[in-house]
């Protein structure tokens, strides 16, 4: 089974940047085993909303509107990391963020579309 840990949230003033991280780890079969990673957010009574998703071998990605042109994700393959840079962070940009990981390249921008979840990290904007 495949772990997953994000870190890199925090506090930050409105206009600011965040870098989040993901780790997988577990057995090296499992790891290659993924094809699809996401990060998601999720603030208090609301569904979990998709933020972006990357391919892990092709490195597609897709971005959820509210936050095309200010985020960007990412990955290192040899480290088994995965990133979020946020940009132009907003108040509304606050949440937990997870990381989320799947074994088909169709997994798109639902979570049950992914079975391997993060622990989730809090990003809190100030305005």
């Known amino acids: 089974q495949v772990q997953l840990v994000e870190s890199g949230g925090g506090f930050v003033q409105a206009g600011g940047s965040l870098r989040l991280s993901c780790s997988a780890s577990?057995?090296?079969?499992?790891?290659?085993?993924?094809?699809?990673m996401a990060w998601f957010r999720q603030t208090p009574g609301y569904d979990r909303e998709f933020v972006a998703r990357i391919t892990w071998r092709a490195g597609f990605t897709d971005y959820a509107d509210s936050v095309k042109g200010r985020f960007t994700i990412s990955r290192d393959n040899a480290k088994n990391l995965l990133y979020l840079q946020m940009n132009n962070l907003k108040p509304e940009d606050t949440a937990v963020y997870y990381c989320?990981?799947?074994?088909?390249?169709?997994?798109?921008?639902?979570?049950?579309?992914?079975?391997?979840w993060g622990q989730g990290t809090q990003v809190t904007v100030s305005s």
């Open positions: 577990g057995r090296a079969s499992s790891i290659l085993s993924i094809l699809t």
């Open positions: 989320a990981a799947a074994a088909t390249v169709a997994a798109r921008t639902t979570s049950q579309e992914y079975n391997i």
